[in-house]
C-alpha cells in the first residue's frame, strides 16, 4: 500500500476558508508562502483522537507524562536514541516557550546568547527580551555552520558573559540546513571549551528530506546541554501545541531550577493530537516527505523558468527555501525588523506589492538576510506554479 499523499489534497478554495494566520494576515488575493504552516489535510491519526476526545467531552487537564512516552517511542524508531528518559525531560506549552525557560535558567539577565545568523526571528526577540545580548556568529554562504566564526563568538561571550549560551537551531530555519555529526560534534568540543551551554531548538527534526537527523543529546559531550523537540512542525499542529524540553545527563539542573519558575504545560488537545501524530503517524510522515522533496525539486524547476537570477541551495531538511535575490536588485518599502516576521522591505515587499505573493522578508532573520527571501514551498503543485508565475511576471 503507497504513502498518502498530504499535500495533493486540498484546493485553493478549501485552504483559504481556514482562520490560521497564514490564511488571514493577508488579503485573500495573496498566495501565503511565509508562515511556517504547511498546506495539508490533517492526518487521520490526529484527527481521529481530536474528533474522540470532543466527542467524549475530553477537555480538562491534561497528563503529560504520556507525550513523553510518545516522543521517547519516535525518537527510538526514527532516530535509534533513547534520550528521552524518566527524570530527564518536560513537557511544555511550545518549544519556544521550552527556549525561553532553557535561556532563563542557564543564563542570567546580561549574558551573551550566540545565534547563527541568519536564523529564526523569534529567537532574536525571545534572547533581547528575557534581558540578554544576542552575539551572532555568521554562517558560511554555504548556510553550514561556521567554526571560526563561531569559536570567535564563543569567545565573545565568554569574556562579556557569567553564564553564556548558544542557542543551536538544528535543522536549520531557514536555510534547511541539516547538521552532520561531525558539526555537530565540532560544536560541543568549542562549546565545552568556552564553558558555553548549549540549548538546541529541534522541532524540525522530523523533517529530513536527504540524509539522517542527529540528536545533539545523543553524542558525547552533551550532557550539559538541553534540546527542545514537538510533533507541531512536521505534523502542522502550531494550534495544538506541546513539546518536550529534554536534558543532557548533566543538566538536571535545569529541570530542577524550573520546578521553581511557571512554565507553561502544553494545552490537553496538543497533548491528544501529538500523541496521535508520534505514536500512528509514520505512513503519513512518510507520504509528506516524499512530497516535501516532489515540492522542492518543482521549486527548483520554476525558479529557473521564471526567476533564473534567483540563488538557491536546496536544504536536506525542513519545507523552507532561503532565496538570495540580491541580484534582482529589488526595492520595496522599507521597515523590515530584526525578528519580526511580519515585516518587510526589499524583495518581500517588491513581491507582496507587485506579485501578491507573501514571503518571509530575509531582513527579520538577522545579518546576511538582506536581500533574501524565505519561501514555504510546502503546498500544492497548483499553488507553488501560480506564485512563482506571479513572481516572475513582478520582474519581466
Known amino acids: 500500500m503507497s504513502a498518502p499523499s498530504p499535500l495533493a489534497q486540498l484546493s485553493l478554495a478549501e485552504l483559504q476558508r481556514r482562520t490560521s494566520e497564514k490564511w488571514r494576515h493577508y488579503p485573500p488575493d495573496v498566495l501565503p508562502l511565509w508562515v511556517a504552516e504547511m498546506d ?16 467524549d467531552g475530553d477537555l480538562g487537564y491534561t497528563i503529560s507524562e504520556r507525550y513523553l512516552d510518545a516522543l521517547d517511542g519516535f525518537a527510538r524508531r526514527h532516530w535509534a536514541w533513547q534520550g528521552v528518559a524518566a527524570g530527564r525531560a518536560r513537557a511544555v506549552l511550545n518549544v519556544m516557550s521550552g527556549v525561553a525557560a532553557a535561556i532563563a535558567v542557564m543564563t542570567e539577565p546580561g549574558d551573551h546568547v550566540v545565534l547563527n545568523c541568519p536564523v529564526y526571528a523569534p529567537f532574536y526577540s525571545y534572547t533581547e527580551n528575557s ?4 552575539e551572532e556568529a555568521a554562517l558560511s554562504e554555504e548556510g553550514r555552520l561556521e567554526f571560526g566564526e563561531l569559536e570567535a563568538a564563543f569567545a565573545r561571550a565568554r569574556a562579556s558573559s557569567q553564564r ?16 552532520r555529526p561531525d558539526e555537530l560534534a565540532r560544536v560541543l568540543e568549542l562549546a565545552g571549551a568556552y564553558g558555553v551551554r548549549v540549548i538546541a531548538d529541534e522541532i524540525h527534526a522530523p523533517l529530513v528530506l536527504r540524509g539522517s537527523f542527529t540528536p545533539l543529546l545523543s553524542l558525547p559531550g552533551a550532557e550539559g546541554a538541553v534540546a527542545i523537540l514537538s510533533a507541531s512542525k512536521a505534523f502542522n499542529l502550531a494550534g495544538a501545541p506541546a513539546a518536550a524540553l529534554v536534558v543532557g545527563e548533566a543538566a538536571t539542573d535545569v529541570l ?3 520546578e521553581h519558575r511557571v512554565v507553561p504545560g502544553p494545552s490537553h488537545l496538543g497533548v491528544i493530537a501529538q500523541v496521535g501524530a508520534l505514536s500512528e503517524g509514520d505512513a503519513w510522515l512518510t507520504g509528506l516527505l ?38 534582482l536588485e529589488l ?3 522599507i521597515g523590515a525588523t530584526r525578528g519580526r516576521m511580519d515585516s518587510m522591505s526589499g524583495p518581500a515587499a517588491h513581491f507582496l506589492e507587485h506579485a501578491r505573493v507573501a514571503l518571509s522578508d530575509g531582513a527579520a532573520f538577522g545579518t546576511g538576510g538582506l536581500g533574501r527571501v524565505r519561501l514555504n514551498f510546502a503546498t500544492t503543485e497548483a499553488i507553488l506554479t501560480e506564485a512563482l508565475e506571479r513572481l516572475g511576471r513582478s520582474v519581466s
Open 331 to 333: 526595492h520595496g518599502a
Open 290 to 327: 516524499s512530497d516535501l522533496r516532489a515540492r522542492q525539486d518543482l521549486l527548483v524547476e520554476l525558479l529557473g523558468a521564471h526567476l533564473p537570477l534567483a540563488r538557491y541551495r536546496p536544504g536536506d531538511a525542513t519545507y523552507l527555501a532561503w532565496l538570495d535575490l540580491r541580484a
Open 164 to 179: 553564556p549560551a548558544y542557542l543551536l537551531c538544528s535543522p536549520h530555519n531557514p536555510t534547511g540546513t541539516l547538521h
Open 131 to 134: 534581558g540578554r545580548v544576542v
Open 40 to 55: 495539508v489535510a490533517l492526518a487521520e491519526p490526529i484527527a481521529r483522537a481530536l474528533a474522540r476526545a470532543v466527542a
Open 256 to 258: 530542577s531550577a524550573l
